[in-house]
């Protein structure tokens, strides 16, 4: 059994535990601003914020993993 991703899938359990009470105790809508990117204002709740956030994470750490090689081959330069 591989330890190591059991590990990882524990935490990600937790993480999403987190995020459902998050969206069940904060209803409030909130006003979100990105004046670079966005040219107005976003009201939305803060569940909703939360999870989005939570994807960009998820998103951004899948693609900046996803390219990694395996296996213990020296590079070219040693």
Do not use: C, W
């Amino acid at each position: 059994m591989n330890y190591k991703l059991l590990a990882k899938t524990l935490f990600l359990i937790a993480v999403l535990l987190l995020l459902v009470l998050m969206g069940m105790h904060n209803r409030e809508s909130i006003s979100f601003t990105l004046p670079p990117l966005l040219a107005q204002k976003i009201k939305q709740p803060a569940a909703i914020m939360f999870f989005a956030f939570f994807a960009v994470g998820v998103l951004t750490g899948t693609i900046l993993t996803s390219g990694a090689r395996k296996g213990g081959k020296a590079s070219k330069g040693d």
